[in-house]
């Protein structure tokens, strides 16, 4: 499986189950310890980072894990957002992915099929999101797979336990969620466009959907504007030679 | 007739007119659209109230006509043509967006800039402050019937305005700040020309503090109005100055560990127990005072020493995800970057913006509320409509 984690910290800090890598502070370690204690195998991997800790949850200890944190004093909802980790097409203008390709042509099919971040992941479709405590400043980002969407066993939607019963906070974030990737949150009162008119079709920040101004002109469109006048003209490798 | 009779009749007449008042008048249920434009709304945000007689029973905001999708538009930008397009988010105090971005990418690359830079960094973070919060001083007022502090308010923030742009070359939109440190140095005489400023700056507060705290009107429109408890402000997650005003005491300037100055100065974090409009705009002045005090400490303290560091003529950021915030004008912004170690722009960047999370509680807020304090409520949780629609 590709990851996105430099191999030696990856090696070393993510850890499914135990507790190998020190916690960047003692409270960070208490509330990930905390979560453990009370979701048991619903946590599935937890990670730090020099300031800073992931965990990533079964998609059944989602809405659980949110009122075990608040529990442990993480009260402040920061924001519910996702992440689409189908590979897209490189800006240097190779074709990473094409969308006109016969299904199964994808260089991502197979084991290693999506990218993974940090506390890993299996599926096309990440939630994840951001708590804090205010009183001893201790943040903590919670990750849960969402499943492949359209990519996986018979389609359907991406789908992810709703936060709104315990966060009201949660509905905006969550509406913006469902409008960008097209997730469906369970328990939510009432999923519906927040930024994009009624009428719109597609999830804008899937991977897959084609930004028009790129397909126009392909990164990085023109590179050496035209030069002022009495400016000399830019070499082929667009550097301006020394006088 | 005497006397005693022709009160009776008068009396009964007013109960007829009354009750045909009543009767004509049936305003239940009567739905009032605020906005798009509307000077209150800091751009085009609307709120659809409906209405019991001069109560609101229900609210939705609709956010959107300013949706320019930056989310999307980072993936296909390489790191330091982000800068531009974040400079857009909250316009008011734009330096303050590219800070925390840039600190997310230094951080992935393991670079950190220079002393300088980083001073310099801190000075214009809260020179934006300043002038993103002066703004809201004079607008609050405006919208209770003031108009005096309006003007004020645009007058000194001109200086501050001035100053940016003869540090950055952009009165709004600097882009100045640079993955491993800055653009260029301060201009010369920049230093004493923003002390003097600071000065006058705090002379607006105290000028503001005459026409307005203790001003009768004003007190009466705004105390007591909107008031958001402690736990309801951290459910729906609101930060900066409205969360302040709750009485939550934090400040991630001061609680969260910074490559960033503030550490270095010596200033204060104001909190008010009321929650109420009046608290917001209370804590926001003493904000602004508090900043210009960090801007002087901080130049008098500037270290000398380069304002770059070493960073590889094609940024390349290594794969891995961050999240950085920082304490922006308007509350806690942070940017949220996943980098896949491709040679182009972050694989996603989540940007976690205030206003979207201190909009999202005006449905619960403007329940029950009249509606001539729907707009001093709107004004005072203070939002820019950029910082919502990104």
């Not at chain 1, 499986?1 to 507790?19: N, Y």
């Not at chain 1, 708590?131 to 992810?160: E, N, Q, S, Y």
């Not at chain 2, 007022?141 to 001035?162: I, K, M, S």
Request: charged share 25%.
């Amino acid at each position: 499986m590709s990851r996105l984690v430099p191999e030696s910290d990856a090696g070393g800090a993510t850890v499914t189950d135990s507790g190998e890598a020190a916690a960047p502070s003692a409270r960070i370690g208490e509330v990930v310890d905390g979560l453990r204690a009370a979701l048991g195998d619903g946590l599935i991997a937890h990670h730090y980072s020099a300031r800073d800790a992931w965990v990533r949850v079964a998609p059944g200890s989602w809405r659980e894990a949110a009122r075990v944190s608040r529990e442990l004093g993480l009260s402040y909802l920061s924001f519910v957002s996702a992440i689409d980790w189908k590979q897209a097409p490189g800006l240097g203008g190779e074709k990473l992915w094409d969308p006109d390709a016969e299904e199964g042509d994808a260089p991502g099919d197979g084991p290693g099929r999506w990218l993974t971040g940090v506390a890993g992941g299996e599926t096309r479709f990440q939630v994840f999101a951001r708590l804090h405590d205010v009183v001893r400043h201790v943040g903590l980002t919670l990750k849960v797979d969402a499943g492949d969407g359209p990519d996986g066993p018979g389609g359907g939607a991406p789908r992810a336990e709703s936060w709104v019963p315990l966060f009201r906070g949660a509905d905006w974030h969550e509406r913006e969620c469902w409008e960008m990737y097209g997730i469906e949150f369970d328990g939510h009162p009432g999923l519906r466009h927040l930024y994009l008119p009624g009428e719109f079709e597609g999830f804008p920040l899937r991977k897959d959907f084609p930004l028009l101004a790129r397909e126009v002109k392909p990164w990085p469109g023109l590179v050496n504007v035209e030069g002022l006048p009495g400016e000399d003209e830019p070499t082929e490798s667009g550097d301006v030679e020394p006088e | 007739m005497s006397v005693s009779e022709q009160q009776k009749a008068a009396y009964v007449a007013g109960q007829a007119a009354d009750a045909r008042v009543r009767f004509e008048l049936e305003t239940e249920g009567m739905t009032l659209n605020i906005g798009p434009q509307h000077p209150a709304t800091h751009g085009t945000l609307r709120v659809i109230v409906r209405l019991d007689g001069e109560q609101v029973v229900w609210a939705d905001p609709v956010a959107g006509y300013m949706h320019r999708g930056y989310e999307k538009l980072c993936e296909v930008r390489d790191y330091a043509q982000v800068t531009t397009l974040v400079n857009r988010i909250d316009w008011l105090g734009s330096f303050c967006n590219e800070v925390p971005f840039i600190l997310a990418a230094e951080e992935l690359m393991g670079i950190e800039a220079p002393p300088r830079a980083q001073y310099i960094r801190t000075v214009l973070f809260e020179m934006g402050r300043v002038a993103n919060l002066t703004l809201f001083l004079g607008d609050m007022a405006a919208q209770v019937g003031a108009l005096t502090p309006v003007f004020y308010a645009f007058r000194d923030r001109e200086y501050v305005l001035n100053l940016i742009e003869a540090a950055t070359g952009g009165r709004f939109h600097p882009n100045f700040d640079r993955i491993g440190g800055l653009k260029e140095d301060l201009p010369k005489g920049w230093i004493d020309e923003t002390k003097l400023v600071m000065r006058k700056i705090r002379h607006f507060c105290d000028e503001i503090d005459d026409l307005l705290i203790g001003n009768r009107i004003f007190e009466e429109r705004c105390r007591g109005i909107g008031v958001i408890p402690r736990d309801v402000a951290l459910e729906y997650g609101l930060s900066g100055a409205n969360a302040r005003a709750s009485g939550i005491d934090w400040d991630l300037r001061r609680d969260e560990p910074s490559v960033l100055a503030w550490k270095d100065a010596d200033w204060k974090v104001w909190t008010h127990p009321d929650g109420d409009s009046f608290a917001r705009y209370w804590v926001r002045q003493q904000e602004v005072r508090e900043s210009t005090r960090i801007v002087e400490q901080l130049l008098d303290g500037l270290p000398s020493g380069p304002i770059r560091a070493k960073t590889p003529a094609r940024i390349r950021v290594p794969a891995g995800e961050t999240y950085v915030h920082t304490e922006n004008p308007l509350g806690e912004m942070g940017y949220y970057v996943v980098s896949d170690g491709s040679p182009g722009g972050p694989f996603r960047c989540k940007i976690r913006t205030p206003s979207f999370s201190n909009v999202s509680i005006v449905p619960w807020l403007l329940r029950g509320v009249y509606v001539p304090d729907v707009i001093t409520i709107l004004a005072s949780l203070y939002f820019i409509l950029g910082d919502i629609d990104r």
